[in-house]
């Protein structure tokens, strides 16, 4: 059952401290997507990635927030430094030329005090 | 821009059926996307729309009709895990094809 995975499901942290999230796309699925979603604003997107490279981050505060791909299985978020108005829930998610559809990993939950 | 309008709400009865709507404007419509979203949980894809018309898939039906930005989510057989937050989706090239999401529509299914 192919899945898309996050690591950390929850981290909770103080302001002023780097947060990575890790997250493995569907094994084939070359475009990668990270969003964050909070009660106020729903589901946003931040960046994108086809075959590992950007494509659109014009969602992402570029002062504290970058986006990776090292190699196709794993992509990376981090903020750097944090602040308590990043706390909210950062999803994943991958998509193939074989399907329209974009397939969300279980998020991670990010708590900044 | 995109601009992707859904109510904010809705309340159903177990059993009964229910329509979700969904308007949109865009440029270069490339597709439009209906997510289940359960409370701490993430988005499921559920149905795809890229012509015109209806698509089945068991009780969840999808209406697309891309001349008047339209779309609804038609759900049947209402069960009480319905109850979750149904999410539109567009994908555009105008904006550069990806994803945009509506706010999302929270369910409510009642005895």
């Known amino acids: 059952d192919a899945r898309v995975t996050q690591t950390p499901r929850h981290k909770v942290t103080e302001m002023g401290q780097e947060v990575t999230m890790r997250c493995q796309p569907i094994?084939?699925?070359?475009?990668v997507f990270w969003y964050r979603q909070t009660m106020m604003q729903g589901l946003e997107l931040l960046a994108y990635?086809?075959?590992?490279?950007?494509?659109?981050d014009s969602g992402m505060p570029k002062d504290r927030f970058s986006a990776e791909m090292p190699d196709a299985t794993l992509a990376t978020l981090k903020i750097q430094p944090s602040e308590p108005r990043d706390s909210a829930v950062y999803f994943c998610?991958?998509?193939?030329?074989?399907?329209?559809?974009?397939?969300f990993g279980p998020g991670t939950r990010l708590t900044v005090l | 821009g995109q601009n992707i309008d859904q109510p904010t709400e809705m309340t159903a009865t177990e059993g009964a059926i229910v329509q979700i709507n969904c308007t949109y404007q865009t440029s270069g419509f490339n597709g439009l996307f209906w997510y289940q979203q359960h409370a701490g949980e993430a988005p499921t894809f559920l149905s795809y729309?890229?012509?015109?018309g209806l698509e089945e898939k068991g009780r969840f039906s999808s209406f697309l009709s891309r001349s008047k930005g339209y779309s609804y989510l038609l759900l049947k057989e209402l069960q009480m895990k319905d109850s979750a937050s149904y999410l539109c989706?567009?994908?555009?090239?105008?904006?550069?094809?990806?994803?945009?999401f509506g706010t999302g529509t929270q369910l409510k299914v009642e005895l």
């Open positions: 998610a991958s998509g193939g030329l074989a399907t329209p559809s974009e397939f």
């Open positions: 990635f086809r075959n590992r490279a950007p494509l659109d």
């Open positions: 094994l084939g699925h070359n475009t």
């Open positions: 989706a567009v994908r555009s090239t105008g904006g550069g094809n990806k994803l945009t």
């Open positions: 729309n890229v012509l015109d």
